[in-house]
Structure formats: C-alpha cells, structure tokens
C-alpha cells in the first residue's frame, strides 16, 4: 500500500516536471529573441507545445495555464546543430572497448550509425550544456563507411535520440600523396598502392550496387527471376536516387578535385563536401554544381608551413564570399568529439576574421540544419518547428556566455555533466586553515 502510494505520487510529480509529455506550454518572456531565419526581436516571447515552437513575438497572449519563464535581459536562440561528429560513438579514445565509430574492411554501407550510439555517454551532456541540442553522428573506417543520422542530445535509447537516418552516406576520400610523418610505417609506393585500392573499391561499390538495384527492380517482368537481398546494396539505393547525398571526407584541394571528378563520373545527385577547408579554392565549380561545404574545426592551424597563421580561421569567410553553401563543424575526429561543446567558438572564431556576426551564427544553425535535410524541423526559431532552445545570458557565440536553460523538443534538459559533479565534489572538500577562501 505505502509503496503503491509512493508511485502514485512520484508519478503526478513528473506531470509537473517543466518539458515532460503532458506538461502544461512554456512561455519564455522578455528575452532577445535569435530567430536566424529573421529577425533578431528585443523583448520577445516563444511559446512551446507538445515539443514544437508555436508563436513567437511581441505582445503574445501566453496560453492559460502555462508555465512562464521569465527571461528579461537574457537571450533565447535556437540549440546548435553540430554537423559532423563522433558523440555517442566514442567516449574514451585510448579504451577500445568504448570506441564504435567503424567497422573491419573497407566497403560498409549498411553500417548505421544510430544504431552504435551510446545514449548514457558522459560526452552528450557535456556538449548540451553549452548549447548542442542536436548532431550528425557519422562511422568512420573503410573508404565507404556507413550512412549517419541527426540525433538529439537526450533519450533514453537510440529510437528515442533519433531525429532523422539515414541523412548520408559516408565515403572517406584517401590521401592523394604519400604521407610523410613518425608514424607512417609504408613506403611512398605502398602507400599510393592502398590510395588506387581504395579508389577501385569504390568505384566497384557503386557498379555493384547500381547492378543490384537494377536487377531488383526488373524483378516481376517475364523471365526475370527472384533475387537475394543484399543488405549493403540496400543501403546505397537512397544515395543512388539522390535521396540522400553522399558526403565526401576530403580535406585537401587534390581530394576534393580527385572526389568531385569521381562524383561526376559516377553520375551522384547530390555531394555534399566535409572537413574540406582547401574548398574556397574551388569555389566557383562547387557553386556552379551546388556542391555544399561542411567545414572542419575553425580553431585549429594552418594546414601548410607556408599558409598564413589566419587561412582555418578566414576558411568560413572566403566560401561565404564565393556564395558557397556551408556550415561549420568542430573537425569530426576522435578528439573532437571530447571538446564537442567547442562548436559555438568555431564559429565565433569565423566571425572575428570576416564571416558576418549573422551568418557565423547561421553555420551553427540553420545552415548545417538545411544541408542535413531537416531544415523545416530545425536551426531557427519559428512557429511549427521542434522546440531546442537555449537561453543564456549574452551573446550565444561569446565564450563568457552562460547557459542557463536548455530545451530539446520542449523538454526542460538539466544542466549537470561529469564536469559539473566533480567541480562541486572537489569545491566541497575538506579545507584546513590555509586553504584559499570560496
């Protein structure tokens, strides 16, 4: 009895956890108000429902019954969208046990990446807390590595966490010239041997499975027969038909010319470039072909001794000025996925060498929001889209801004990580005579 008394109560407790499903709407009022798709409005209110933005303005009338959260002097912003990430598929990069970003061999288009996620990661809500609601998560491994999916920041499983899969099919352009470095072990021939392999194992995915597909398709007329699903084959139709883009890992300008002369060739629909920041070199061919641009991390060093110690930083600035679709990531690797909440001060860093204040907040947003296909469900703050917000109190790309609220779908996020418990446990320890005053 006592215990059936407990649940009843713990149950009506979570009906009035601010964000839960069945939760009364929340009015964040009074706030400067980020739109990105508009403009940016001064004492504004958003109302949230059921997980999506409903009004947004001036003078609202606020639904009876909800809660209201007053946000005077504070910012309201739509949740970043990192665009190119291994949260969820790594949490210690030196622990093998807990890395599940890529599979043996080179040729794995069924691999899922949803499906590896890792939902109690102490990564996500490290990234959350500053701002990232939402991110694609991609394999990596081979030189056809799966397809990714844009998950949010919170669930309880990989179903819950998923927004939309797959969103592209991953390919890993290899090295065009030998590499040169301590822990390069093959020669410069056997290494230009593994880049035609891998080149060739490309090229034969996409004739096997345009083949697949052509015999599945013929399947029911007069002497065709019956044939044999081949998961691999199966997921490259949506890439095939244009569904989906194929998204090409090339970092260097003879990369990204080898892959887009070999999207050509193969005839893709739809290419997207990531972490190819020698991409404004060839600036006009990708606008000319609609080619967008997921740009690596802003804050890392030239690429070349003889580059100019600002070429990452300007890389933004020199795509946008160009007219190239673009947003920005934090570099997708291993490591980055550790400093994922870095991904505003990337593009606080392309704000400060050129890229427009707006625009720079757009590449964290809407843009990377429109490139990964979900651009009607994410990346601004506008009535009938999903309701991640964040409100903090300054400028969203300053790094001295606080976060103080996160919403993912309408749901109130806590803003404790790992990060967070340890500072208070260690703040809490016993302190003697000497010990430096809180």
Not at 230 to 236: E, F, G, L
């Given at each position: 009895?006592?215990?059936?008394?407990?649940?009843?109560?713990?149950?009506?407790?979570?009906?009035?956890?601010?964000?839960?499903?069945?939760?009364?709407?929340?009015?964040?009022?009074?706030?400067?108000?980020?739109?990105?798709?508009?403009?940016?409005?001064?004492?504004?209110?958003?109302?949230?429902?059921?997980?999506?933005?409903?009004?947004?303005?001036?003078?609202?009338?606020?639904?009876?019954?909800?809660?209201?959260?007053?946000?005077?002097?504070?910012?309201?912003?739509?949740?970043?969208?990192?665009?190119?990430?291994?949260?969820?598929?790594?949490?210690?990069?030196?622990?093998?046990?807990?890395?599940?970003?890529?599979?043996?061999?080179?040729?794995?288009?069924?691999?899922?990446?949803?499906?590896?996620?890792?939902?109690?990661?102490?990564?996500?809500?490290?990234?959350?807390?500053?701002?990232?609601?939402?991110?694609?998560?991609?394999?990596?491994?081979?030189?056809?590595?799966?397809?990714?999916?844009?998950?949010?920041?919170?669930?309880?499983?990989?179903?819950?966490?998923?927004?939309?899969?797959?969103?592209?099919?991953?390919?890993?352009?290899?090295?065009?010239?030998?590499?040169?470095?301590?822990?390069?072990?093959?020669?410069?021939?056997?290494?230009?041997?593994?880049?035609?392999q891998a080149i060739a194992n490309l090229r034969k995915a996409f004739d096997d499975a345009r083949a697949y597909w052509k015999a599945r398709d013929a399947e029911g007329q007069a002497g065709i027969?019956?044939?044999?699903?081949?998961?691999?084959?199966?997921?490259?139709?949506?890439?095939?038909?244009?569904?989906?883009?194929?998204?090409?890992?090339?970092?260097?300008?003879?990369?990204?010319?080898?892959?887009?002369?070999?999207?050509?060739?193969?005839?893709?629909?739809?290419?997207?470039?990531?972490?190819?920041?020698?991409?404004?070199?060839?600036?006009?061919?990708?606008?000319?072909?609609?080619?967008?641009?997921?740009?690596?991390?802003?804050?890392?060093?030239?690429?070349?001794?003889?580059?100019?110690?600002?070429?990452?930083?300007?890389?933004?600035?020199?795509?946008?000025?160009a007219g190239v679709t673009f947003c920005i990531s934090d570099g997708g690797g291993v490591d980055d996925a550790m400093n994922a909440r870095n991904l505003p001060y990337n593009a606080a860093m392309?704000?400060?060498?050129?890229?427009?204040?707006?625009?720079?907040?757009?590449?964290?947003?809407?843009?990377?929001?429109?490139?990964?296909?979900?651009?009607?469900?994410?990346?601004?703050?506008?009535?009938?889209?999903?309701?991640?917000?964040?409100?903090?109190?300054?400028?969203?790309?300053?790094?001295?801004?606080?976060?103080?609220?996160?919403?993912?779908?309408?749901?109130?996020?806590?803003?404790?990580?790992?990060?967070?418990?340890?500072?208070?446990?260690?703040?809490?320890?016993?302190?003697?005579?000497?010990?430096?005053?809180?």
């Open positions: 009895m006592i215990l059936a008394l407990r649940t009843c109560v713990a149950l009506a407790a979570l009906l009035f956890v601010p964000g839960v499903a069945g939760a009364a709407a929340i009015a964040l009022t009074g706030a400067t108000v980020h739109t990105v798709s508009g403009p940016t409005l001064e004492n504004a209110t958003v109302v949230m429902e059921n997980g999506r933005i409903t009004a947004v303005g001036r003078d609202l009338a606020i639904p009876a019954g909800a809660e209201i959260v007053r946000c005077m002097g504070k910012h309201v912003f739509p949740g970043f969208v990192s665009p190119y990430t291994m949260l969820g598929l790594t949490e210690i990069a030196s622990v093998r046990g807990t890395n599940d970003y890529q599979e043996t061999g080179s040729t794995n288009p069924d691999i899922r990446a949803e499906v590896q996620i890792n939902p109690d990661s102490d990564l996500l809500p490290v990234a959350r807390v500053n701002g990232i609601t939402s991110a694609l998560v991609a394999p990596r491994g081979g030189a056809l590595s799966g397809t990714s999916a844009l998950i949010h920041l919170d669930g309880w499983t990989w179903e819950d966490m998923t927004v939309s899969a797959p969103v592209g099919l991953h390919v890993q352009w290899p090295n065009m010239t030998p590499v040169h470095a301590w822990w390069q072990r093959k020669s410069d021939e056997e290494q230009k041997k593994d880049r035609d027969p019956r044939h044999d699903r081949d998961v691999k084959w199966d997921a490259m139709r949506k890439a095939l038909r244009g569904e989906i883009p194929v998204m090409i890992t090339a970092p260097a300008l003879n990369q990204i010319e080898a892959a887009l002369a070999f999207a050509e060739e193969e005839k893709l629909p739809r290419v997207v470039l990531v972490n190819a920041n020698d991409a404004w070199r060839v600036a006009d061919e990708l606008k000319r072909r609609g080619i967008a641009v997921i740009t690596s991390g802003v804050l890392g060093p030239p690429a070349r001794d003889d580059e100019p110690y600002d070429q990452t930083f300007s890389v933004p600035h020199r795509l946008y000025q392309a704000a400060a060498f050129g890229l427009p204040r707006d625009e720079a907040l757009k590449a964290v947003t809407l843009s990377p929001a429109r490139i990964l296909g979900v651009g009607d469900r994410l990346g601004s703050i506008e009535p009938g889209k999903i309701a991640d917000l964040v409100v903090a109190d300054g400028d969203p790309l300053e790094i001295a801004t606080h976060v103080e609220r996160v919403y993912i779908a309408g749901r109130a996020i806590p803003l404790e990580n790992r990060q967070s418990r340890l500072f208070e446990k260690y703040d809490d320890r016993p302190r003697g005579p000497k010990a430096r005053k809180r």
